[in-house]
């Protein structure tokens, strides 16, 4: 059976981010599920950086305590990782470089002299290094070189050969010294394709998806990759991407494109999310569709960059002023991830809000191996529903206005109707006008100070959420049989994965538990949530933040306090081991 | 072809205080848009927050009243959207110079097609009279009770240094030839600037009809409006307290969606759905 950790660490800037995404690739194109996760500072050169995968045959989306392959490219990786070894786990290192006293499976590779005598530069010690690990996992090096083949595709056949040296000399030293020590748990096996995807990947598929057509950032930790990957497709998938001159014009900047007819999102960190909050209440008057992403770093201020937490849970619920609807959703994995994202654009048309998709930087940046089979069925299942907009064919040469508007009502925009939801007409087209307005207004969109119309229209909005609760809300997922378990977990978003491991070994120790994990977070249908929360049960909040925010919603929600609970709010992503030593 | 009408255009009567040069503005981009062959229909406004954002109840046309200082990056929205449909922002000093401030300068470097119309009465008329970035250095309002110790902004030579293809000034008092400058602006492909200098009669006794009249003067029919050093030269004479009326810089240059390739075929709102999936999913495999 296969489920190992690998770790590789190194000095910042020197390419350990490009070589553990190559390792995690190739442990899927062997037939193999990853989880991944890269710790680094926030800083370009000098720091420490380390990425670790978890393989293993099954579907994983957590971290293991121990490390079974350290691979060391300085003396600091040994040093701040050897705690998490045990006598059967692998070090490779150069014994030219430091030296290791304690005891462990060492294996030396001459990461110094293979550079010397082959002329390479530092930053191809990392292809020695996964050629060495290759070797060390059973692996197959064929695809290893046949990846660094894809890599350096465009740079010609030259400068592939030359990086094909050092794989082959990595792995001819672990052939030559180490074939005693050689674990077969890369063996190649066949399985259906797998995407390696982060969180922010895995939102950008989604909005791909959904056929959003215009987003807008503007370059904030953890969020920018959804950015830059945006960027580099927008020409091949015909998106427009706006990097604007902070957040304020990015939201504004979308709400236009919005307003204009397409769908449109933003994405963001806490910091750049508060600079966009004035505009989510904006959205929220002029009822506007629009998505938000936003992937949560340790606050407040500019707090932890490069870290995660899921400290900005209550700030997104209420954000914006005055009393809007919005819809608040925060995937559990990936595979969350694409579908609430396409869901999130559905939302977004049909009820004419802010939807704002919640991430961290432990979702966000972690790869997860998804199935290709399970993208496939979900690209053919989404169906585009842009809910109440009225699908006219724009024409700009119009008629005479005269003749246009011959025998047609005047055009309503903010309706007063049944379901709270008005019906909602593309810009330009002929014979109609409007005005989205961002003071109260009349049916017509005209401004109004008066206070009959206001309550209609407050009362109008307020409609939608009540109608969403009937048609779009999903309760939250139950793992496990609350009825057979004593113990009662109870989290959201990105904590899943390792909740339902804790679950797996809690089990494996004889103790059933129950798992509620929510990412329809807001706003929640008030009596079936009560009623999975108020029984006799010893429920455990888990949350990656101080205060047990989600909890305090529930409180808020449904006047149920849970009293227990497991919070890690230290910039690092809550563990399993955390959790099973928390309830026993 | 049928030409709109002023009635197309006109929609509640508006709030304005007798004698506000915003009526000479609502009247003179009605002109300039029935001479354009528009409709209501067939052009986009977003509205600022301030007396001259008031206009989005007086003017019938697709709309956003938007909210202090962002209407520039609703109107770029539009754009990207629908990069056909002409759009305009109708804005205040206020709001296009202090709050908008910032998105004024990236609007400009962008050069992206859309006509800002900006009433310039140097004070907030609409929270009773404070001074705006316009206000004269000295100028006492509510807010800057011993004068105000800035020196005002200057929207011409800003945007002009900030990358703007199309700079003209009006006066709210000369309604044809603010038409003829919104006119020109719309026309314009690329980022257009037209500050029209407004008297506000309740809060601003300095900078009246009168003060305009006897310091505006129209640039003579020689003037080399593509000159860009000239250009920022005549836009200075404003802190003399002169004022030249017309188009102060033009220069054609691609605008912002003229250099993006997906939108060479058609605009984004009218282009099919991307369907090739393929092409995306297999990068991560």
């Known amino acids: ?156 056949e030259a400068v592939i050969n030359f990086n094909k040296q050092f794989v082959q000399a990595g792995y001819a030293e672990v052939k030559k010294s180490y074939s005693g020590l050689i674990l077969n748990y890369l063996i190649k096996k066949s399985e259906g394709d797998k995407l390696v995807i982060t969180g922010n990947d895995a939102f950008s598929l989604g909005s791909v998806i959904a056929d959003c057509r215009v987003y807008s950032a503007y370059p904030m930790t953890p969020s920018s990759t959804v950015l830059t990957t945006l960027a580099a497709w927008q020409e091949k998938i015909g998106m427009v991407v706006r990097h604007a001159e902070d957040e304020i014009s990015v939201i504004n900047t979308a709400i236009g494109s919005s307003f204009a007819g397409v769908r449109s999102a933003v994405g963001t960190s806490g910091g750049g999310f508060a600079l966009m909050v004035e505009s989510v209440s904006f959205s929220g008057i002029t009822e506007i569709p629009l998505v938000i992403f936003l992937a949560q770093r340790p606050g407040p201020a500019t707090g932890m960059p490069t870290w995660t937490e899921q400290g900005d849970l209550l700030f997104t619920v209420f954000s914006g002023h005055g009393e809007f609807p919005k819809i608040v959703l925060a995937p559990g994995d990936n595979e969350e991830m694409i579908e609430l994202t396409a869901k999130a654009f559905n939302l977004a048309d049909i009820y004419q809000l802010p939807v704002i998709v919640m991430s961290d930087m432990y979702l966000s940046e972690s790869h997860k191996s998804v199935s290709k089979k399970f993208v496939d069925n979900f690209i053919n299942s989404y169906k585009v529903n842009r809910g109440k907009l009225i699908n006219q064919i724009i024409n700009n040469k119009s008629p ?17 109707t049944e379901d709270g939801i008005s019906p909602r007409l593309i810009p330009g087209t002929p014979g109609y006008y409007y005005q989205e307005n961002s003071y109260e207004h009349l049916e017509d969109g005209h401004t109004t100070e008066e206070a009959e119309s206001r309550i209609k229209q407050v009362d109008k909005r307020a409609k939608k959420w009540l109608t969403y609760l009937k048609k779009d809300f999903s309760m939250p997922k139950v793992y496990g049989d609350i009825s057979k378990s004593e113990i009662v977990f109870v989290s959201w978003g990105s904590t899943k994965g390792v909740v339902l491991q804790a679950q797996k070994l809690l089990l494996e120790k004889g103790t059933a538990t129950a798992f509620i994990h929510f990412n329809h977070l807001y706003p929640l249908d008030k009596e079936k949530v009560t009623d999975l929360l108020n029984q006799d049960k010893k429920y455990v909040l888990v949350e990656n933040n101080s205060w047990g925010q989600f909890g305090k919603l529930l409180t808020m929600e449904t006047g149920i306090e849970i009293k227990e609970s497991i919070l890690r709010y230290d910039g690092r992503p809550i563990t399993v081991k955390e959790i099973v030593s928390g309830v026993r | 072809m049928n030409v709109s009408t002023i009635q197309d255009f006109s929609g509640y009567d508006p709030t304005w205080c007798p004698g506000c040069g915003d009526w000479g503005i609502g009247v003179a981009i009605k002109q300039a848009l029935i001479q354009l062959g528009l409709n209501p229909s067939s052009v986009a406004a977003v509205f600022g927050i301030g007396c001259s954002g008031n206009m989005n109840d007086f003017l019938n046309v697709y709309a956003i009243h938007s909210l202090h200082g962002r209407a520039l990056p609703n109107a770029i929205g539009i754009k990207l959207a629908n990069h056909k449909l002409p759009v305009i922002a109708i804005v205040g000093d206020g709001d296009c110079y202090g709050e908008g401030g910032n998105h004024l300068i990236h609007a400009c470097r962008g050069n992206h097609d859309i006509t800002v119309i900006t009433h310039d009465n140097r004070v907030y008329g609409l929270t009773t009279g404070q001074v705006a970035p316009t206000g004269q250095k000295g100028f006492k309002s509510k807010s800057t009770p011993s004068g105000v110790i800035e020196i005002p902004i200057n929207p011409l030579s800003l945007s002009i240094t900030s990358g703007a293809t199309f700079v003209a000034q009006s006066f709210a008092g000369d309604v044809l030839h603010t038409a003829s400058m919104i006119k020109a602006g719309i026309k314009h492909k690329g980022f257009s600037l037209i500050n029209i200098l407004q008297p506000c009669v309740t809060f601003n006794k300095v900078n009246t009809y009168q003060y305009y009249q006897q310091r505006v003067y129209k640039l003579d029919e020689n003037y080399k409006k593509n000159n860009l050093k000239t250009a920022v030269e005549k836009s200075l004479e404003t802190n003399e307290e002169k004022f030249p009326l017309g188009v102060i810089y033009q220069v054609e240059k691609p605008s912002y969606t003229d250099q993006i390739s997906q939108l060479k075929k058609e605009t984004l709102v009218n282009k099919k759905r991307f369907v090739d999936f393929e092409k995306i999913t297999k990068l991560f495999i």
């Open chain 1, 1 to 156: 059976m296969t489920d190992f950790t690998w770790l590789i660490g190194g000095e910042a800037g020197f390419g350990i981010m490009t070589t553990g995404v190559v390792f995690s690739k190739i442990a899927t194109r062997s037939g193999y599920h990853i989880f991944d996760y890269v710790e680094y500072p926030s800083l370009i050169r000098g720091g420490h950086n380390a990425y670790e995968v978890h393989v293993s045959d099954f579907d994983v989306s957590h971290l293991s305590p121990t490390i079974d392959v350290l691979v060391c490219l300085n003396k600091e990786t040994y040093e701040k990782h050897k705690i998490r070894l045990t006598p059967k786990s692998l070090v490779i290192f150069d014994e030219d470089e430091f030296e290791i006293k304690e005891n462990c499976k060492k294996i030396i590779i001459p990461f110094k002299k293979i550079l010397t005598d082959l002329k390479g530069q530092p930053v191809m010690k990392n292809t020695i290094a996964l050629g060495a690990s290759i070797g060390i996992l059973g692996g197959d090096i064929d695809e290893l070189i046949k990846m660094i083949s894809e890599q350096f595709a465009k740079k010609g």
């Open chain 1, 400 to 416: 005479s206005f005269a003749k246009a508007t011959e025998g047609k009502q005047k055009y309503l925009r903010y309706k007063i």
